[in-house]
């Protein structure tokens, strides 16, 4: 059923600006909403896929048109000529849509990163936060073991330093990273 009826009075002081409209026009309108108004509103409903706001939308602008070209319209004939302009505005009405950049829902975060991606670039600064509070000996030692996955061997041979003082610096780097996580809000399970 029919919503809620377009307001004559409101088309007739809005159109071009006009301030009203010959009794005959009026009556022609009034006419050609109450022989036309619904099955229009349904086929344009179709033809909209269902959305009802863009169907009274289109009925409303084709009943302004119809208005316009009063003195060309019957309200026995009109049926045809309403349809084709109705069928024509949603074309237009859907290549508008199509013409525009498509819009973003309300949270583009959300669209755009999983939940295990944005827990992982958390959890990177929160590490690197915390990085930054250890002496450098023993930043310098996590760097090399854990992001460039060198072994003690290894990290001694660069460092210039023996096998034991790595592992000992090591020991004691996660120790103070361990503290520096639970500083900042993170505790190991």
């Given at each position: 059923m029919f919503a809620h009826r377009l307001n004559i009075r409101l088309v007739r002081s809005v159109v071009l600006g006009m301030r009203g409209i010959r009794t005959e026009d009026?009556?022609?309108?009034?006419?050609?909403?109450?022989?036309?108004a619904r099955p229009l509103l349904a086929y344009?409903?179709?033809l909209a896929g269902g959305d009802r706001q863009l169907a009274e939308d289109?009925?409303?602008?084709?009943?302004?048109?119809?208005?316009?070209?009063?003195?060309?319209?019957?309200?026995?004939?009109?049926?045809?000529?309403?349809?084709?302009v109705a069928r024509r505005l949603i074309i237009d009405a859907d290549r508008g849509r199509r013409a525009r950049p498509q819009q973003t829902g309300a949270d583009p975060v959300e669209e755009s990163a999983t939940p295990d991606e944005l827990d992982a670039a958390l959890d990177a600064c929160l590490v690197a936060d915390a990085l930054g509070a250890l002496t450098p000996a023993h930043r310098e030692v996590i760097v090399e073991g854990f992001y460039r996955g060198r072994s003690t061997r290894e990290i001694a041979a660069r460092l210039n330093i023996p096998d034991g003082t790595v592992r000992s610096r090591m020991f004691y780097a996660l120790r103070a990273?361990?503290?520096?996580?639970?500083?900042?809000g993170v505790h190991s399970p």
């Open positions: 009026e009556r022609l309108l009034r006419a050609l909403y109450a022989s036309h344009v409903q179709r289109i009925v409303q602008e084709t009943l302004l048109r119809a208005w316009q070209h009063a003195g060309d319209l019957t309200v026995e004939l009109a049926r045809p000529w309403l349809f084709t990273l361990r503290l520096a996580l639970a500083e900042r």
